[in-house]
């Protein structure tokens, strides 16, 4: 069965940066199709990015310019940059896959707080 494992989040102040990291353990479709989503608390989780077929990016108007999908060469690790980082980016976050596919078991995700 396929583990989602996300890390990378902590606290920053507002305008600061944070690399979020979306390993698995199991097998998945080669990160050709993954997503980032975030849960800000109280709200419900909603789709922050979505890589699709490999070479496809789409971002929440919320996070473009300052967010950037990657995958590294050996396409086992997906990132998620977050630059410019604002209070309303304080969430949850976690990867799976786009909202099209049947998801696998949701990690723990991981916090991001963004201080004022």
């Known amino acids: 069965q396929v583990q989602l494992v996300e890390s990378g989040g902590g606290l920053v102040q507002t305008g600061g940066s944070l690399r979020l990291s979306c390993t698995t353990r199991?097998?998945?479709?080669?990160?050709?199709?993954m997503a980032w989503y975030r849960q800000p608390p109280g709200e419900q989780r909603y789709l922050v990015a979505a890589l699709t077929n490999g070479d496809t990016i789409n971002y929440a108007d919320s996070v473009k310019g300052r967010f950037t999908v990657s995958r590294d060469s050996q396409k086992t690790t997906m990132y998620l940059q977050m630059n410019d980082l604002k209070p309303e980016d304080t969430a949850v976050y976690y990867c799976n896959g786009p909202p099209q596919f049947t998801p696998y078991p949701w990690g723990q995700g991981t916090q991001v707080t963004v201080s004022s």
């Open positions: 199991g097998q998945v479709r080669g990160f050709n199709n």
